[in-house]
């Protein structure tokens, strides 16, 4: 489907409550197949490939949080669902689904924050960003994928689940050179959605994996703090992916919860 000058790929699968999932970064919306199974009878989950990822042609430039959470706000719009979603994000996919409550606060029936933060990128952060923009110009997707793979899993997931390891491989290595320095760009010069946690009106469920190298359990814990309308659970056995590692604990959390908002 054509969407702001790019065609966007995307998963759409299931009826009833609409549930839209954003991927993280350098990934795909081939990590919310589990949540697409295990949620059919509850939920419609439509997950899109950002601009430049997975299946999606790039577009040259700067893919802003803001410009990301635009894409998938005109993906609602052309899927008809011109009125509440639940919209989730995984790491990056959860500032661009920060961005979006910010933008279209009227288009959020709550939203699900999954091993990500509100704070934007310490200084130091902001170097790792330009020196990772340069190793992709120079490797591309796979020099990207070799060095965050080691860092995305549990630790005793890279010995116990090796198909994962090389399924999570496979997906970093499908994102196009322009869609990771874009994105590194567009996350490198985020802002802070602290506020939008503390003013939003909408439910927030907040899961984290115990075990994510990424981000620490601390993060979410903060996050939780911030928001008022929060709800926070801590993932055993899951690093950075605990979608994809846990999938039958984060389903079980999402749909408990996605089901007493509806009443
Ligand atoms: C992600 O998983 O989306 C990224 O690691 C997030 C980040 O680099 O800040």
New binding site residues.
């Given amino acids: 489907m054509l969407i702001n000058g790019f065609n966007m790929q995307y998963l759409d699968q299931g009826t009833d409550i609409p549930l839209l999932l954003i991927?993280?970064?350098?990934?795909s919306r081939q990590i919310w197949l589990r949540q697409a199974d295990g949620l059919a009878g509850v939920a419609r989950v439509i997950a899109p490939d950002l601009r430049g990822f997975g299946e999606s042609d790039p577009l040259q430039g700067d893919s802003t949080m803001d410009m990301l959470a635009g894409d998938c706000k005109e993906l609602l719009d052309h899927l008809g669902l011109k009125g509440r979603a639940f919209v989730g994000g995984?790491?990056?996919?959860?500032?661009v689904a920060l961005a979006f409550a910010r933008l279209f606060p009227e288009r959020v029936a709550g939203l699900i924050l999954a091993?990500?933060?509100a704070t934007p990128?310490t200084v130091e952060?902001k170097a790792g960003?330009d020196a990772a923009i340069q190793k992709a110009m120079l490797e591309g997707a796979p020099g990207i994928a070799e060095n965050?793979l080691p860092k995305?899993l549990a630790p005793a997931s890279y010995e116990k689940k090796p198909e994962l390891v090389e399924e999570v491989r496979q997906i970093m290595n499908s994102a196009s050179v322009e869609g990771i320095t874009g994105a590194l760009v567009g996350?490198r010069d985020r802002t802070d959605s602290t506020p939008v946690l503390q003013q939003i009106q909408t439910p927030v469920l907040i899961l984290h994996g115990q075990e994510d190298q990424?981000?620490p359990p601390s993060t979410a814990e903060e996050t939780h703090r911030q928001c008022p309308t929060s709800e926070l659970q801590i993932i055993p056995g899951a690093g950075?992916l605990l979608n994809m590692e846990q999938p039958e604990r984060f389903n079980e959390a999402l749909r408990e919860w996605l089901l007493r908002q509806r009443r």
Avoid: I, W
Avoid at 23 to 27: A, E, F, N, Q, V
Avoid at 90 to 95: A, F, H, K, V
């Fill in positions: 991927h993280g970064y350098p990934l995984l790491s990056m996919g959860g500032y091993a990500t933060k990128d952060a960003r965050m995305m996350m990424l981000m950075h």
